[in-house]
């Protein structure tokens, strides 16, 4: 067989139909759910950690942070904390031990995410967070042309079952976010219980060593005013 018949083939092989890199993004048909992380994560001194999170258009994006502990000698609890759109623009920033950030996504990408330990240069900071998107209204996402249609074919039971639904998974996400800022409240204070706990136990045992020193020091003082010499001459 020619060669150059051989190349041919190889480059009909190669550049077969259907061979495209997938998206990341799902298709517009599909249902689009509701997505939520929490999780801790250990930010050392001066450090500088992002993340990134997709979003469709007209979504509600949300970020909820606390600083759980601090270590170090100055234990600032202040965060930086912005999210930039997609197109690499400001959306939200703030600078505080805890906060939250709530608003309507504009278009559809990754939203980043980040958090900067400035006021800390040695010291290290556990950061609690629950961020993610949900949709409201979400049975209604289909286009004008497929929702005629389908409420054409749909009954009005399932309709109202299908609002019902949606609200229900609203009130859910919401529940959720309340659930998981009383939950990193409740682990930001038992490590300030155990700080402090272990401060005070500290403390206490320095101050008891100090008395006991102080005690010795008098004692030892007091004694010495009570000395007397027994080798003096006798007449």
């Known amino acids: 067989m020619p060669e150059h018949l051989w190349c041919w083939i190889l480059l009909l092989l190669l550049v077969r139909p259907g061979t495209r890199a997938q ?17 801790a994560i250990l930010l050392p001194g001066s ?13 509600r994006f949300y970020l909820t942070y606390m600083v759980q502990w601090v270590s170090g000698m100055s234990a600032d609890r202040r965060l930086h904390v912005t999210v930039l759109s997609p197109d690499g623009l400001l959306v939200a920033t703030l600078d505080e031990s805890s ?28 950061v609690y967070l629950d961020f993610g998107v949900y949709y409201e209204g ?46 990193m409240k409740r682990t930001t204070d038992h490590y300030l219980l155990v700080s402090n706990s272990n401060y005070i136990s500290w403390w206490s045992a320095a101050q ?20 007397t010499q027994t080798n003096k001459p006798r007449c």
């Open 47 to 59: 450090g500088y950690q992002c993340f990134w999170h997709f979003s469709h258009q007209s979504g």
């Open 23 to 39: 998206k990341t993004e799902p298709p517009a048909g599909l249902f689009r759910g509701s997505d939520q992380y929490d999780f």
């Open 99 to 126: 906060g939250q950030i709530n608003f309507q996504t504009q278009e559809t990408g990754f939203y980043q995410i980040c958090l900067g330990n400035f006021v800390n240069k040695y010291g290290n900071m556990q």
């Open 138 to 183: 979400m049975g209604n996402l289909e286009r004008e042309d497929e929702r005629e249609k389908y409420e054409e074919q749909l009954n009005s039971t399932i309709s109202s079952i299908q609002t019902s639904a949606s609200k229900l998974n609203t009130y859910v996400v919401n529940m959720w976010r309340f659930y998981n800022y009383g939950r």
């Open 208 to 227: 008891s060593v100090v008395i006991l020193t102080a005690g010795y020091l008098q004692l030892f003082i007091i004694k010495q005013f009570f000395r």
